[in-house]
């Protein structure tokens, strides 16, 4: 069914604008009528056509915030157990819906379920904004009759690794924060207050010494349009080529693999990841999806190229009669601490719910070593941001020492 974006004036004489689904363009003016308003302009939504034709933005142009996903699906998962029926509940979610490209995502998904199609194949349609875990999980609850909590599963999950991402967003905002500063602050004194002490010196007849010669070299590059031109040029560049080069499989494996020899953030990457695989797998076990079509469609979501091949190995490994346990022992991501618990939960046959507790585990670690991280970043920062403007201030002072010296003779 088509989708029609409008202006219209309400009762009060205030303009609305907003969007609405309709057989026809007359359909869609007379379903507005009803309501009270009075068409201003109306055309057909262009996002379809723009989509086939700029693919590689529709993840920047067309987004959907994943805190709306989930409120989605807790809605509906709320509404369906309820015992409203699915196309009345989806009827009352788009009334509400504010993110306008998840309100046109539904409106297809409830007119392709008001046609006979079930909820898993319309949302399967909608990958940019549904993943795979979305459909597989709804198709099984389907099955089972209990999609429903399903849902809500899934809008827990949505939770879950949003509080994550806010946690290391809040970790890295202090330290941000601090960069900023400190670039500006060197910007300020190499682009302004360095070139007037360097005229002093040239004046002066002053003899640099070797730190005074490195600083005036790095404040004429602020200073002289040309070198800030190359400066800016061979940064981008380098920022274009890495990007590319990280985009190719062989350069994100490559990439992954270093980030995960670093001490720090390579131990902090691997919970990450972990936390986010365990807690995947814990809903999907939970919610009955056999464990290698459960892990199928964890290594597509994974977003990890390391670790997504890792799990098609095990997949392989589990299909032949092995443990997920002994699948995963090679595995450079895969803990200790998690291959105990796995076993565990293997001898007790309670796998879906050790996932669960590995997942809390792995989430608390994960909060306690961006703490930690974040602890280690402060006073790093400051000692760096002191140590630039102490290499500046010895840049000034050492001529200024050596011409008073010579004065004094």
């Known amino acids: 069914m088509p989708i029609y974006r409008y202006i219209a004036f309400n009762k009060k004489g205030k303009e609305e604008k907003g969007i609405i689904d309709a057989s026809n363009l007359i359909a869609a003016r007379k379903t507005l009528r009803v309501k009270g308003l009075y068409v201003k302009t109306m055309a057909e939504d262009s996002e379809k056509k723009e989509r086939e034709l700029f693919p590689f933005l529709t993840k920047l142009l067309y987004r959907v915030p994943r805190r709306d996903v989930g409120l989605f699906a807790r809605q509906l998962g709320t509404l369906i157990d309820a015992g409203i029926p699915l196309d009345r509940s989806l009827a009352n979610i788009i009334e509400q819906t504010e993110n306008e490209y998840l309100k046109k995502a539904l409106i297809q998904i409830r007119a392709d379920v008001v046609e006979g199609e079930s909820l898993s194949e319309s949302l399967k349609k909608h990958g940019a904004i549904f993943p795979p875990m979305y459909y597989n999980l709804i198709s099984i609850g389907e099955k089972t009759g209990a999609y429903e909590q399903t849902l809500v599963r899934l809008a827990d999950l949505e939770d879950a690794n949003q509080a994550m991402r806010n946690k290391i967003t809040t970790a890295m905002f202090y330290p941000l924060i601090m960069m900023s500063l400190l670039g500006s602050i060197l910007i300020f004194l190499l682009a302004v207050v360095f070139p007037q002490i360097e005229q002093l010196f040239v004046q002066m007849n002053a003899e640099l010494p070797l730190v005074t010669r490195i600083v005036i070299g790095v404040s004429h590059i602020f200073t002289r ?174 001529p200024m020492y050596n011409l008073t010296k010579q004065m004094q003779l």
């Open 225 to 398: 349009w040309w070198s800030l031109l190359l400066f800016v040029g061979s940064v981008g560049g380098s920022i274009y080529f890495f990007k590319k080069w990280k985009s190719q499989p062989k350069g994100r494996e490559t990439w992954e693999r270093f980030i995960l020899t670093k001490p720090v953030i390579g131990v902090l990457n691997r919970k990450v990841i972990l936390a986010r695989f365990s807690r995947n797998l814990g809903v999907m076990l939970q919610s009955r999806v056999p464990l290698i079509s459960a892990l199928q469609v964890i290594a597509k979501v994974v977003d990890h190229l390391v670790f997504e091949k890792e799990i098609l190995v095990a997949i392989e490994r589990i299909k032949e009669g092995t443990k997920m346990t002994d699948a995963l022992r090679d595995s450079v991501i895969v803990n200790q601490m998690m291959l105990g618990m796995l076993s565990a939960g293997e001898a007790s046959d309670r796998i879906p719910e050790m996932v669960g507790k590995i997942a809390d585990v792995l989430e608390d670690d994960v909060d306690a070593s961006i703490q930690k991280l974040s602890t280690m970043l402060e006073p790093a920062m400051m000692v760096v941001m002191g140590g630039m403007i102490t290499l500046i201030m010895t840049a000034v002072m050492l």
